[in-house]
Each structure stands twice: as C-alpha cells, then as structure tokens.
C-alpha cells in the first residue's frame, strides 16, 4: 500500500489480518524489514494506545521512531496562495516533503475541529500530508477516520468470533464531551468489508455520513438492533448533522450487564478505550466476562505491525 | 522482584549494590537481558535526571524505550465504581492493564498533591499500576518515596565510605516551595536496612512519618546530630504533620562548609538534586572537596541498570 | 572538535563538508562509531528540523538518542553566587556535569530573548554549557548562531554551485514577527570562510553585529545586491541595533520571480525554513524551479552527521 488512511488504500483485509495474526504469535522474525529505516510520529493531537502501540510495532519491526508533539506552537497552512501574515509559521507544501525527508514512514495524528464539518470531512491536513509527502503516510487517527483502531477491531472479532459471519452491533452511548465521529465512521467502513453482519444503533439526530454508512444496516431501537447479537461495539459520538453537538445524553442508551444478558446472544463488548465507565457502559460489562477491551487494545500494536510490514516491504522493493 | 516501589520490594541490598557497581564498572555486558523488550515510562510530572538515568539504563541493558509526558489532558480515574461524568478521561483500571501490553515494564512518576495527606500517603497512583499492571511496575518517584534515587545514594555511601559503618545524617534545610517527604522518607527507609549509623535532624514540626522513620535516631539539633558525622544528606521538605505546610525558612539550618569543617568529621555532602544554591547550601559546599553531589547523581543510572537487570533476569525465566 | 557552536570550533570546513556528502552518498557505513553512546538533546525551545535532522544523524552513526523539552519548569540559573530564592531550580554547574554523566554528547536548542542584548550575544546558555559540561556540546540554534545551518547552507551552495566561487546574496525580507539574528550572523560567518563572494542586503537599521560581518561587503539597495547572484538566501530579522525591533515591513524587499528573473543570473532561492509563503517569498519562487530550499533542508542531516561523526572519532580516540 502507498500510503494507510482508510480502507480504500487496503488491497486484501483477510490478508492483512492473516499477517497480523502471523506476526502476533511470532514477533520478531521481521526486525529486518525495517532495518535503516525511520519513523516520523506527528501528534497534533494527544495520544496514548496509539502512539505506544505504533512505536512499539515499529521497533519490532526495525525502525527507528521519533515522535514529535505538534499540538503547540506550530501552525501549519494548509491554503494554495495564502499570504502567511498570520498565525501559521510553515506551509504544508514545505513541512510535508521537508519531513519525508527525515522519515522513511510518516504517522500523523490530527483531529477535527468539531466546527467546521466542510473542512474536517475533506480531511485537509491528512490528505495534504498525502499530496505533499514523499514518502507513505499513515494516519494516526484524522479527522473523520481511526483506521489502525478499525483494523485492530477486525483482528478482535475474527480472534473471538463464533460464527463464520457474526452479528456485530454499533452502538451509540452517552458522553460528557462531545467527541468525533472517527471511530464510528471507520468502523462502519471497515465491518462494512469484513465478513460480519452489521447493524448500528443511535437515537435520531446521530446518523453518520451517508459516504460512511455506506450499506450498513440502521436501527434506532437499541434493543431490536441488539438481538442475536454476536459483539456490541460500544461508542459515544458527536452529531453530523448538527454537526460536533450533543443532541442528549440519555442514560437509556448505556450499555449494561442487563442488555448484553437478555438482549444479546451473550455478545462480546468491545470499546476503542478510553472509555468513561459507568456512563457509556456499566462497570459490570468491564469487569465482567463480555468484556474483551482489553484484548481489543492488545490487537492495536499487530494491526500497525501489518500495515507498517506491507508498507516497509513495498518500501524495500 | 516483581516490582520495585520501595525496599520492601528487595531480597538483597548488598546484592543489587554490587549488581549496580559491577555494571558501573562494566557497562554493555548484559545488553542481551532486554533484548526485544519495551520499557514504557510515564511522566505525570516533570523529570530530568530520572528520565535520563533511567532511559539511559534501560538503553544499555539493550531495551527499547518509549516516554510519555502524562501530564496535561489525560486524567485517570482510581475511584472503585465511579461515575465518570467529570474530569476523568480513562480508568486505571482499562489504562494499567493496557499500557502492560504495550511495555515489559512499565516506569510511574507521580508527585504527592501535598494537600491530601491521606490520598498522598495510601499512594494511591502507584499502588493502583501495581495492582492492574500485568507487568512490573517500577517507581519513577512516587508520592511517598524515590527508591531509585534512595538506592544511588546507598551505591555512593558505599563508595565513598572510609570505615565500615560510617555515620549519616539526613539535615533538613531551608528552600522557598513545599516539596514532597518523597525524598527524606526513602532515603531513611534505605539507610535503616543499610550498614549505616543514622541521625536526622530538623526543626521542630518536620517530623517524618512514622511508619518510614521506622527505628531512625532523630535529633533536632544540627550541630550535635553532625558531630562526627562522615555523610551529610541536605534536603528540604514540607511538613507531614501540618501537611504540605513551610513551617519556617530559618537560614541557620542551611548547609555551610563551617559546619562540615567544624561540627562533623569532614563529611561529604550529598543532595539528590536539583538544589537551590545558597538557600539549601552554600556555593562553598557544592564547589568544594566535600561535596559529591556529581558523583552521587552519576549513581542514578547504575541504580537503574540494578533494578531493571533483576527485573529483566526474572522476566527471562 | 571538542563542542561544535561557530566556525571556530572546526578546523577544515573543506573536509567537514566532504565527509557529509561522502555519508549522504553511503549514510550507513559509521554505524560503529557511536555504538554504546547516547546523544542527549535538550530543547528550550521548539525545533522541527533541527529535532528530526539531529535525532535521525545520531540514530545512523549508531547513538541511542534522548530529547527533552526543557521548555517548562525547568528553569536554569547563570549566574556565579546566585542566592537561589526566586524562580530557578537548578544551577548550570549542576545541570551540565550531571547530564554530561548521561549523554556522551549534549545538543542544546535555546533562543535569545531578543530584549537583552548583551546578554544575548555573550551566549549565556550554550556558553555556561561548554563550561561546566565534561562532554561535548553541540548547538541546536543558538542565541546568535544556528551553525548546524548554515553548515547544510556550504554542503548545499557546494552541491549546486556552477562555477567555482559563486556569488550569494543574503537578503534581508518582511515578516510579520521579530525573529533573532542566529540564522544570518551564522551563516555570514560560515560563507566569510568559503568560496564564495558574500554581499548582505537590507534595509538601513538592520545591520548584523560587527563581530558576525567580519569582512562581508554590505549594499543597502538589493537590486544592486542581487546583480549577478548564483544565489539567493531570503531571511527576515529583528534590529540587532535597535534590538530585537521590527524597524520596517517593506513588501519592496520581498523576494520575487521577477527578481530572480531580471535582477539575477538564475539564482537559486535559498532559506532555512520554515518560510511565510507571500510575506517574505512568493509562491512563484517556491514553487518554481529556482527554490532549493527542500534540498537544503536535507542537508540538515548530513551536517548533523559531519558533526557528529568528527566528534564520534576524537570520543572513540
């Protein structure tokens, strides 16, 4: 793959899964690939899970990592002809091929503003890193999109699947902040080619982007989404349509022991993490059997090891 | 040891003393024992000399190092069954057991609040890593102790001592902020399983607590507790019993080379740094024969490279 | 060379140039030299290029590499006989041996205050840091110098000269905030010992400190200047005179394609970066054939690498 943004860049999830698993149960045999070889983190944003888990996927495989903070100070100017009299200190047309020259491999993490949904669902800043970089691009987290985490999320339900094609469950739950729709969004994408029967659930006001959805099956009676239900992927997000507000945050909508029990077919609960307890899901669904978030973000570190092994094997020619 | 926090955590002094004076002699000899291994340190308040001792430390025994400031945005929850409808973004109980699948070893620093003495003292932070890590959690600084910089200092008495049971005395010393009783509780907690004879002297008000002060001779006068005294350990706290509190900035208890000259058998001094010159100490002291400040802070990495060499070895099998 | 600041610190810019285009042609073959060393970087203020450019030279020559933001909290003390009362907590005659115990060699990054002019070009900081260091120390940008700079600017003019000893232009430009003079003292300095035939160029008020000039010519109209230029290197700054003042923002002194054009023997356009497109360059440049500038900003590296391998090689005996 040329560069990791979104399922578009992939060209075999099975395959790609498979290498993850691969290299899950046998770390270390591919310290070669990356050999000579650096990786750029860029956070403009915080991180935790993803920048330990991709720093930690690409020393396994060889590299060498910097991370750099970019959430402070520098502003980069994403405009064709602006006159930087401003606030912005650097062009993106110098910051992006300037640092493709220092990494072989560069992981940007940028989240959307929230405000602006013209510009964030354009995905200025990660598709700029894409056009001015010379070298692959793997996104970290943009603005409308988690891909690594989606990715992780299909290696957890193949790893505990049942069923050939298990039902997996999207569901809204309230939050405090009002959060970005990346995750959903993503995960609607990624399910949406796996091989998995999906539904998703939200009260009204929360739909995602039709470019998303794509086929995906809505539903916005909770329970009936529910039924029969092989994994509920546990997820507050913001409104598109009213876009980056809180329309409510109806405690109906938590996922509990008492859901997942008698609405359920005894499903698995997944969650990217971190996850505000006791407010989008009970503490007994955490600490209860149902709960595979844990395994969930073990899997972040493999998803990034496939993608950063087709990309340094592509790299290596 | 299963993880290192304070002495209770150790099988044998004199062993990991002469582990870390070997290694100090002989550096790159155990680069194998963290071969493929990450070790992740979580700064939730600033570090120099510990972040650098340590990442050097844990470099040399051939780990792979990942830091991470933790100190602005992500706030975790150590409440049992709270709500986190607030400030808190993720639980200890999904950010312990997750970061131990991204690190071998997992390193904590952690300030005391110093206005919640119970909070502070329970060392809720530390102890909560401990107890949903699934790897060995090493303390940074906690808010109660230092044990790495404890155990430089133990590494520098016994370099430098001239009879076999020298005498030591921990002063308290003038400075212009509360600071924490981290330092002073682990360096008595340390000397008093060391082959050391102890004194601490303070103003009245500065008493330790008592479960680290253990057996430890306390003398609240500075000229009879120096008195014959081969080790003077400078340093300021605030008060335990009015806690967090400056009681007084009385410049008669600071630190001057008359006093090593006149009241003690030429001790060395000894601070585990940074210091406030001419406050805590005189520019005499540090910038004359008796001080050994530099030394004693080289001892920060091989105490390290001890700690993480057991660590590492029972990691191994 | 025992620390590397200014051009006094090199003995043959000849051969230091040389050994990085040897290494940028084969970068991988000094793995050895820095094997077992760490290259401590400490930043007091922000660095892109410099960070990455820096980190990624220690990482090929074999260094294990530890950067630090040492812009907050940490505030070091200069001054002899300080009575340390206020706001700093460390002395440099601590600092700098203490951290020379953990870094073979040590990168410093600090800025002038652009209000204290003596101050300033006395180069307190990186001063007091090759005084009270026991290891090398290499600047990252300085209160009047960048020469890891201006020393990809030589490997760059070197790289795409034309004719043996090539006209370049140093021209002052508009920005919008006040910039410090390390970017043009320093590379004044490194062009008065190359081939190359120097002119500065800017308006009246904004000359560069005597001691920086040396023997270069200065003409105050820059078309005049710009008569018959191999290259040009647009840089704004602040009134070293007046200092630290923004005297004029002339849009007349903005470097044009037309310029280049007309006034010019085909220049090439050079800059440090990062570079405000339209305010003190036109897009047209940047985007057009006479721009080096990403060329340049690789060079970055190679210098870093120069530099440190001649240090590597005198550390190794």
Known sequence: MKHFTSTKDIADLAALVAS???????????????KNKTMVLLFFNPSLRTRLSTEKAANTLGMKVISMNADSGWVIEFEEGAVMNAGSAEHIKEAAPVISQYGDIIGVRTFPTLKDRERDYQEQVIEAFKRYATVPVVSLESA???PLQSLADVITIEEFKQKERPKVVLSWAPHVRALPQ?????????????????????PEGYELADAYMGGAKL????????????FIYGKNWSSYREYGQILNQDPNWRITQHKLDHWTNQAKFMHCLPVRRNVVVDDAVLDGP?????????????????VLREILVELNG
Chains 1, 2, 3 share one sequence.
Do not use: C
């Open 290 to 306: 149902n709960s595979i978030v844990i395994a969930q973000a073990n899997n972040r570190t493999w998803a990034a090891m496939a």
């Open 219 to 230: 539903e916005y009676n909770q329970e009936k989404a529910f039924e029969g239900a092989d």
């Open 20 to 34: 993850a698993r691969e290299m899950k149960a046998n770390p270390f045999a591919y310290e070669h690939l990356g």
């Open 144 to 146: 409308t999109r988690h």
């Open 182 to 202: 990346a995750v959903p969004n993503s995960f609607v994408e990624w399910m949406n080619i796996a091989n998995v029967d999906l539904v998703v659930t939200h």
